[in-house]
């Protein structure tokens, strides 16, 4: 597994539980995709976003990751990257999905990549792990290292021991 920025993986979360909440118990698809198309109609216009989540809402149905494993190297790094190269790593599944990344782009070109990383990961959950940061994970860890040492400090059979001893014997006396 590639090592994935904690922020990303965090915004990848949170973009799921967004997409859950619009969708609505039960789920109401309808309405999400009305709430998508006015999403990706604002940004077509020019309304600045400022939210990675936001923008990845509304774009995570219509990127096509033409570069995987591109994306999968990009995502180690939040705050550098290079936007350019990221943005050639999708296209869109329509004009209007392409015409608000363009303008997003163009506008806020960080924004952009973060988003499209984002929905990236989000859509593709199993490419990568979440680390688990757990105070039992943590003592877990802990254990297995320790565990580790111990045998480390134990002495296997066969091992050359005989230089710990007198070598002359009974001649000592």
Same mark, same amino acid.
């Given at each position: ?12 979360? %949170? ?9 609505? %118990? ?8 009305? +709430? ?27 990127? +096509? ?24 790593? +999708? ?9 608000? !990344? ?7 070109? *960080? ?19 979440? %680390?688990?940061?757990? !105070?039992?994970?943590?003592?877990? *860890?802990?254990?297995? %290292?320790?565990?580790? *040492? ?24």
């Amino acid at each position: 597994m590639k090592t994935i920025h904690p922020e990303f993986m965090y915004q990848s979360r %949170e973009l799921g539980i967004q997409i859950e909440d619009t969708l609505g %118990e039960p789920p109401d698809k309808r309405n999400y995709d009305r +709430v998508i198309d006015a999403l990706i109609d604002e940004f077509a216009s020019g309304f600045e976003v400022g939210d990675v989540n936001l923008l990845s809402f509304a774009l995570a149905n219509h990127l +096509v990751f033409d570069d995987v494993a591109g994306l999968m190297a990009e995502s180690g790094q939040y705050d550098n990257g290079d936007a350019a190269k990221v943005l050639k790593m +999708v296209s869109c599944s329509n004009v209007a999905s392409g015409d608000a !990344l363009a303008n997003v782009f163009e506008t806020d070109p *960080e924004l952009a990549r973060k988003a499209i990383i984002t929905a990236f990961l989000f859509k593709n959950p199993k490419r990568w792990t979440d %680390e688990d940061h757990s !105070l039992d994970a943590l003592q877990e *860890e802990e254990d297995k %290292e320790n565990n580790i *040492e111990d045998d480390d400090e134990q002495v296997s059979h066969g091992e050359n021991i005989e230089h710990l001893f007198d070598t002359r014997g009974d001649e000592n006396v």
